[in-house]
């Protein structure tokens, strides 16, 4: 099993705060000195859940200067906003400045208010998403690219700086839906994917579906895995849930898509918005339960153990943990100690 370093913060910091990205920063460094395999960053727009991340190549070449062997991932690029020309110039300057450690997992979008930066429908996002991995690749590898220019008239263009690695490393990400893992599988891709629509049982079955798909298209060829899991251990589980209940909760009713998502299953007339403050807080508290004991990787390093095996059984290869999600900077940069830990137990077997 691998590990890495994923980043979503809520934005919620006073405006002008200089320490906004330092937990970004000092965390990387972290991952680059301890052997992680890599830190994954988002595409998110218009909101401070995940408003520290409009624009995952950006961050990714500051984090180019300041590591020297981990691998540096988008966790996603939302393809349907942007033209795929943009995305190959943008993640080749990173590889460049990384000396060949960029990798990128495309995702089709969640939020309709985001396609205002694109030219395709949010109805058209998961065949943008199919069609740009493909051209994508084409780009990086050197060929040209058929495009009108200003004048309307026809042209061929490749992309500069050409990259230091010879294809591009790349995932779709996906929610859980099985036909996402498909699509995947086809385009020789890796998934990322999470615990946030669905269990662990289902994941595994939508992992092997994966991997016969990826086998029988691809003459053998296995796949890759990355589950995201919201993380935090330390040296006592209670002292763990103590220290994580706050931030995390507050986390988690930043995001009312999440929760709407999340719970809306159960009920067809669930309306978030028509709650009262006390319910939500009460679903809140029901969510951070679950995240707690199901969907994280909370607890002791001997806890955590217990969810690395199991996800390992369910055909996860990487698990790529989000550390900021509301934990002061310091207390989550002390913890590391112990996710490392349970990484060096794995790097040796």
Known sequence: MDFSLFYFADDSTPDGDAGRYELLLEGARFADRHGFRAVWTPERHFHPFGGLYPNPSVVGAALAMVTSRVALRAGS???????????????????????????????????????????????????????TAGRLRALWRGEECEVVDGNGAPARVRIFPPPVQRELPLWVTSAGDPETFRTAAVA???????????DVDGLAARI???RRVARETHDGWDGHVVLMLHTFLGADRDEVRA??????????????????????SLDP?????????????FLVARSFDAYFEQRGLFGTVADARLTVERLRAAGVDELACLIDFGIDTKTVLDGLRHLDELRASYATG
Do not use: C, M
């Open 208 to 210: 092997a579906e994966y």
């Open 188 to 198: 020789r891709a890796g998934v990322l994917t999470h615990l946030l629509h669905q």
């Open 269 to 281: 007339d669930f309306d978030l918005d028509a709650l009262e403050e006390e319910d939500l807080d």
């Open 77 to 131: 690029v939302v393809a349907p906003l942007h033209h795929p020309l943009r995305i190959a110039e943008e993640w080749s300057v990173v590889d460049n400045l990384s000396g060949g450690r960029a990798g990128i997992s495309l995702a089709s979008g969640w939020h309709p208010v985001d396609f205002a930066l694109g030219t395709v429908p949010y109805a058209d996002r998961k065949r943008a998403l199919a069609e």
């Open 243 to 264: 220290r994580v209940e706050a931030p995390l909760s507050a986390y988690l009713k930043s995001s009312v898509e999440l929760l709407t998502r999340s719970f809306g």
